[in-house]
């Protein structure tokens, strides 16, 4: 492939809710990378940042909405993924940080 590199997609620290994935980004198309899901705008519409369960739908959004993507904590032979669904904490960078 010769795509201009401005044509690619770079990683986001964000990871699919589906099937825990990493989201790609290009312009405002998020995407994951393993399922191919699509979200516009912003990456929440396909990770885990914007996760709502049916179950959760009697909770208070603040609960709700409190698991999102992050930086694993502890990467393992059993879960070395970099990006995982954490609970709770701080929101990972929106485009991949610094
Ligand atoms: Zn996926
Ligand atoms: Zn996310």
Not at 2 to 7: A, G, K, T, V, Y
Not at 47 to 66: E, F, H, N, Q
Not at 87 to 96: M, R, S
């Amino acid at each position: 492939m010769n795509e201009p590199i401005e044509h690619r997609y770079s990683l986001t620290d964000h990871c699919c809710r589906h099937c825990l994935g990493r989201v790609l980004v290009r312009y405002d198309t998020f995407i994951c990378s393993v399922c191919e899901v699509e979200s516009r705008g912003s990456p929440s519409g396909i990770c885990a940042c914007g996760m709502t369960s049916a179950k959760g739908d009697g909770l208070p959004a603040a609960l709700r909405s409190a698991y999102r993507c992050g930086i694993n904590p502890a990467p393992s032979v059993i879960n070395p993924a970099r990006i995982v669904v954490l609970y709770g904490g701080q929101v990972a960078q929106p485009l991949g940080g610094p």
